[in-house]
C-alpha cells in the first residue's frame, strides 16, 4: 500500500513563500509521476503541477508558472513544491499524488492521494 504524507502548510502572508513537501511510503518514486493538486472551499480540485516519471519534464498550471517550482529527492522519496511570492487565490488545501508507472499524472490518472496540507495566503 502506498501512502504519502504533506507537511508544510501553514498562515503565510501575501507575497510569502512556503515549501510544501510529499513523502512517499511503499514505492519508489523514481518510476511513477508525482503531482501537486489543490482544492478551495466551493470549488474543485485542480492541477498545480506535475512531473513524468522519470522528473525530466513538468508541466504547471498558467495560475503558478513563474512562482511554483516542483523538485524531487529521489533517495529521500520526496517531493517538494516551493511557493513564491503567494497571492490569495492561492489558498487552498493542497494535495500531492502519484500516478500510474511510466506515466504523467493528472486528476483522473493518480492512484494515490496524500491528506492534504493546508495553505492560507492572507492579504
Known amino acids: 500500500q502506498v501512502q504519502l504524507v504533506e507537511s508544510g502548510g501553514g498562515l503565510v502572508q501575501a507575497g510569502g513563500s512556503l515549501r510544501l513537501s510529499c513523502v512517499a511510503s511503499?514505492?519508489?518514486?523514481?518510476?511513477?509521476?508525482m503531482g501537486w493538486f489543490r482544492q478551495a472551499p466551493g470549488k474543485e480540485r485542480e492541477f498545480v503541477g506535475g512531473f513524468t516519471w522519470n522528473g525530466y519534464n513538468t508541466n504547471y498550471a498558467d495560475s503558478v508558472k513563474g512562482r511554483f517550482t516542483m523538485s524531487r529527492d529521489n533517495a529521500k522519496n520526496t517531493v517538494y513544491l516551493q511557493m513564491n511570492s503567494l497571492k490569495p487565490e492561492d489558498t487552498a488545501v493542497y494535495y500531492c499524488?502519484?500516478?500510474?508507472?511510466?506515466?504523467?499524472?493528472?486528476?483522473?490518472?493518480?492512484?494515490?492521494w496524500g491528506q492534504g496540507t493546508q495553505v492560507t495566503v492572507s492579504s
Open positions: 511503499g514505492r519508489t518514486i523514481s518510476l511513477y509521476p
Open positions: 499524488a502519484v500516478g500510474p508507472k511510466w506515466g504523467t499524472i493528472t486528476i483522473r490518472t493518480a492512484d494515490y
